[in-house]
Nanobody, 114 residues
Framework: QVQLVESGGGLVQAGGSLRLSCAAS????????MGWYRRAPGKQRELVAT???????NYADSVKGRFTISRDNAKNTVYLQMNSLKPEDTAVYYC????????WGQGTQVTVSS
């Protein structure tokens, strides 16, 4: 069973950038979809972005044009580049893997100050 470990979260001012990383404990080459989700205080977890093995991406409307998801199969890592951050992006961000099964990382906190 693969394990996912997120990193790169932190505190940033509005308008700033962060890059989240999700390192997998084994090859992600055959994992159909890797993604990022987030849970803001008092809200349900929501999709941020996903990327398939073929490189197709999907983004939440709220992050389109600001966030970019990518995967490096050679490094078993998925990234989320977040630019032009807003206070409403404050949340715990979770890495997700889906390939007939579903697995979550432990999450990393992102806090955007106004």
């Amino acid at each position: 069973q693969v394990q996912l470990v997120e990193s790169g979260g932190g505190l940033v001012q509005a308008g700033g950038s962060l890059r989240l990383s999700c390192a997998a404990s084994r090859s992600i080459f055959s994992i159909n979809t890797m993604g990022w989700y987030r849970r803001a205080p008092g809200k349900q977890r929501e999709l941020v972005a996903t990327i398939t093995t073929g490189g197709s991406t999907n983004y939440a409307d709220s992050v389109k044009g600001r966030f970019t998801i990518s995967r490096d199969n050679a490094k078993n890592t998925v990234y989320l580049q977040m630019n032009s951050l807003k206070p409403e992006d404050t949340a715990v961000y979770y890495c997700n893997a889906e390939s007939g099964w579903r697995l979550w990382g432990q999450g990393t906190q992102v806090t955007v100050s106004s």
